[in-house]
């Protein structure tokens, strides 16, 4: 049996009795990220521990190994793939009291920061140097710089500017075993030399240690945008109107491509400012929504240029301006009305859930086909797809095949079902099973599925960091007969 | 009257399980100063529901997480849900059980005894009159508050002599100047706070008043939102006096010389988000300054300065600490002069000040416009 009093009273002399808790309130706030979960449920872990500096990280983690407990890492909670869930139970290194900037390098145009940083609290004070880091999840008030590395989640603005690996220069993690050790290569933004183990914990979930600071590239901010959108009668023509666009040499820092049924989340502010839905052209199977960014006047030549390339390739211009400032508004600025469409006024009665696949974008139109047909199958609500573009310079298809689920254990179960089968599908496509939520508990079926004998080597490296399985159980990696069998039995 | 209880927000409590996106916690600053998920609406909403399943009893760490709440509305700013009225219904619950915190039930106690939260004596209440010609008799009732006529006696003499400026002749009539009932509210005990509302009301009433003018935005927020949800025939127009100066300045009937340099301007939860009086302070400002500097957080997503939500009394480290906060963000703006329009947030940011050591007028915005007046 583990003695959990002994263990907060051990951590409490490690790091200050002020940073760790064990009352009911606390475990009951740490019981959900933003996944779906069944209505009632509550799994609560043992701890919560909210350290301030890598070295409280150290201390914290050297004694869960000592004890053989669970450390469960968690950032800002929006994660929708149940990363952040204790599910046996363990102790929960809540991230957000490591959020300081260390350094903002003005002439290298590098920040190095605390990981438990929010990504909008770094940009809010980046902007005061002209710069800024522009990896942009949704979820971005909320998530940690720690938490887009660890989860490798989306960006509005990957198609300019990638996404985290593509920012994140160098990293001190906090291994399973308690060490402390600086991967990257310091300010430098290419390096051929040795293995490049900063890029291995993007995405690496927390099932490899604490990601406790971060270098990560960040880059001017653009003096003008201009966004704008445009009807298509099919995905595929969206696709080669936006393939164009970035051919065409255009400063273009956001793709986005959404099919019907998606527009009309993206529309609560015209219908409430309208009375109305908004005027769509019979026939139209794809919104393409983009943005221009650079020196206005650039800008303004290239919008004339990019709206002749959409109308060339068949699409037709939005005319009305508020269907994409809605877009806009929901997807980057966050501004409220349109947004509260999205969360957490559209999830009253249900909340919205997504098989986060990627496929090659020569094989989209078929995957939207057999989304539509594996909802059905399972008994869903379809909410639509969204083609997020997330590589520097391509169209990178970073898909959210959108569901709505209800608080039912049933209905969960089925959209987890269904996640699955999507995933397969993409794999099947030559493609991949998640492109911005992880692993995490819900794709463990599927990995061997889609990495087949490389799911061994991970597996290897994963013990190297963390060679008693205790970062992140359960997450990414079955884990050994002999850990889930000891882990069972402490949750009880 | 029935006021929502915890389990009339079921909808609001399950949807916010759902969401979890914790846009509320940017600016909460409970949150960012105690840290724990719990201090954030989200965390305090996932309490409010495990509570309703009967999963988690009133146990000392419920009351912490919902009593270290300012209710500031930060939260209500970035959600749909409208989280604090959850919380003043759980704040009820507490009440219904008999667990409200010792230090508030004080207050209750102070008020029924002494006509206030802070125990002064009920014949120092109008002591700020001093000299003045104050009116006994006009159907418009000027309602200066607790904090104003005990703390600031003289903001309270210039914010009189400043309604009679823009034409408003207002009474003030010592013998039935009492709380207005907010704090009591806060606690959860609405009982009391009903018995005082009627009791104001009633002596109103019989003095023939048919508007109030008041500068406190607490008192302003009792009377205009809580009032007529407890007394039925309340009928009784509300105004802030900072909606009198506007419209007196926007009609013409006042004008005011730029005699300032830079002022910035800290928005009162309850004027800015509850009233969305966001505007009108800073068309003042504008005539009498050169310019007016925003701190970080302003508008309707102002950051509290620490003095809502009774949290004064509960965990006064808190209090001091968002006070610091504040009062920090105000001073990075380098304006020469800060000033607001609340009397608890002019207390607490003041408090604020002089903790960090920092050397900037603090004035009340009647008082800056009063001296501008041409």
């Known amino acids: ?492 | 009257m029935e006021l929502a209880r915890l389990s009339k927000y079921r909808d609001e409590i399950y949807t916010c399980n759902r969401s979890h996106c914790g846009y509320c916690q940017e600016g909460c600053p409970s949150y960012r100063i105690l840290g724990f998920e719990q201090y954030s609406s989200r965390g305090k909403m996932i309490t409010a529901r495990v509570f309703l399943e009967g999963r988690i009893g009133l146990d000392e760490s419920v009351i912490d997480a919902v009593f270290n709440c300012f209710l500031c509305g930060f939260c209500d700013a970035k959600c749909a849900l409208f989280p604090t009225n959850v919380f003043t219904a759980f704040r009820r619950e507490i009440f219904l059980a008999k667990k409200t915190p010792e230090s508030l039930m004080m207050i209750i106690n102070s008020v029924s005894r002494f006509g206030n939260p802070q125990r002064f004596k009920r014949e120092e209440r109008s002591l700020w009159v001093g000299s003045l010609n104050i009116r006994q008799k006009s159907d418009t009732l000027f309602f200066p508050g607790c904090i104003y006529s005990y703390f600031y006696p003289k903001y309270t003499q210039r914010i009189y002599q400043l309604l009679d400026r823009i034409g408003i002749s207002a009474s003030y009539i010592p013998d039935i100047d009492y709380c207005c009932g907010y704090p009591v509210f806060l606690t959860g005990n609405w009982e009391a706070f009903e018995e005082i509302a009627r009791a104001n009301f009633k002596t109103w009433k019989e003095k023939g008043i048919r508007k109030m003018v008041t500068p406190c935005p607490g008192c302003f927020t009792a009377f205009s939102e809580l009032y007529p949800k407890f007394i039925d025939d309340f009928n009784i127009e509300v105004s802030h006096v900072a909606m009198e100066i506007f419209d007196a300045y926007d009609n013409g009937k006042v004008r005011f010389d730029r005699i300032y340099g830079t002022i910035t301007y800290h928005d009162p939860c309850d004027l800015s988000r509850r009233f969305g009086l966001v505007e009108e302070p800073r068309k003042l400002l504008e005539a009498v300054a050169e310019s007016i500097i925003e701190p970080r957080y302003h508008g309707f997503f102002a950051r509290c300065c620490g003095g809502g939500g009774l949290v004064g009394a509960y965990n006064p480290q808190l209090y001091t600490r968002a006070s610091m906060e504040r009062a920090k963000e105000l001073v990075e703006t380098q304006a020469q002069i800060i000033t607001t329009a609340c009397p608890t947030c002019i207390r607490t940011i003041h408090r604020g000040l002089r903790k960090i050591k920092a050397r900037v007028e603090l004035v009340d915005l009647s008082s800056l416009l009063i001296r501008a007046i041409l």
């Open chain 1, 1 to 492: 049996m583990v003695d959990w009093k002994a263990i907060k009273a051990e951590i409490a002399e490690a790091i200050g009795a002020e940073k760790v808790r064990d009352d009911l309130t606390t475990l009951v706030a740490y019981s959900r990220d933003w996944s779906p979960r069944p209505g009632e449920e509550l799994i609560l872990p043992n701890l919560v521990v909210r350290p301030e500096s890598t070295e409280d990280v150290a201390k914290v983690i050297r004694i869960c190994n000592k004890y053989r407990v669970p450390v469960i890492p968690v950032g800002g909670m929006t994660g929708m793939g149940g990363g952040a869930i204790a599910f046996y139970g363990g102790v929960i290194i809540d991230t957000k009291g490591l959020n300081k900037i260390l350094e903002i390098d003005t002439e290298n145009y590098t920040v190095t920061v605390q990981t438990g940083i929010t990504i909008k609290g770094l940009n809010d004070e980046l902007a005061k140097y002209g710069l800024w880091l522009p990896h942009d999840p949704e979820s971005k008030p909320t998530s940690t710089v720690g938490a887009a590395i660890a989860c490798d989640n989306d960006s509005t603005f990957g198609v300019r500017w990638g996404k985290m690996i593509d920012h994140l220069l160098s990293a001190v993690i906090v291994t399973g075993s308690g060490e402390i050790v600086r991967v990257g290569y310091r300010k430098a933004y290419c390096s051929s030399s040795g293995l490049k183990l900063h890029a291995l914990l993007v995405g690496s979930e927390g099932t490899l240690g604490i990601v406790t600071e971060a270098t990560l590239r960040v880059v001017p901010l653009p003096e003008y945008r201009w966004v704008d959108g445009a009807f298509f009668k099919s995905i595929k023509e969206a696709v080669n109107a936006a393939r164009r666009l970035l051919t065409a040499g255009l400063p273009i820092d956001a793709i986005n491509i959404n099919d019907r049924f998606r527009l009309r989340f993206y529309t609560h502010a015209y219908r409430i400012k309208h009375g109305r839905e908004p005027e769509v052209p019979e026939g139209t199977q794809a919104i393409l929504f983009y943005s221009l960014s650079g020196d206005k006047e650039f800008v303004e030549y290239s919008k004339d240029y990019a709206r002749r390339i959409i109308e060339n390739f068949g699409g037709q211009i939005i005319k009305e301006r508020d269907i994409v400032e809605s877009w806009w508004k929901s997807k980057h600025t966050l501004e409220f009305d349109p947004f509260k469409q999205k969360w957490p006024d559209s999830q009253r009665e249900r909340k919205f859930g997504a098989a986060d696949v990627g496929v090659p974008p020569g094989r989209l139109e078929e995957l939207h086909e057999k989304f539509v047909k594996t909802v059905e199958k399972h008994g869903l609500n379809i909410l639509g797809m969204n083609i997020y573009t997330e590589r520097i310079g391509c169209i990178s298809p970073s898909i959210s095949c959108a569901v709505y689920v209800g608080d039912s254990e049933d209905e969960v179960k089925r959209f987890y079902e269904y996640v699955k089968e999507m995933s397969k599908i993409a794999v099947d496509l030559e493609g991949t099973a998640s492109t911005y939520i992880g692993d995490t508990w819900r794709l463990l079926d599927v990995m061997e599925y889609e990495h087949g004998k490389a799911l061994q080597y991970m597996r290897r490296i994963k013990e190297i960091f963390d060679p008693n399985w205790i970062m992140n159980p359960g997450k990414k990696f079955k884990l050994p007969k002999d850990v889930e069998e000891r882990y069972k039995k402490l949750r009880g």
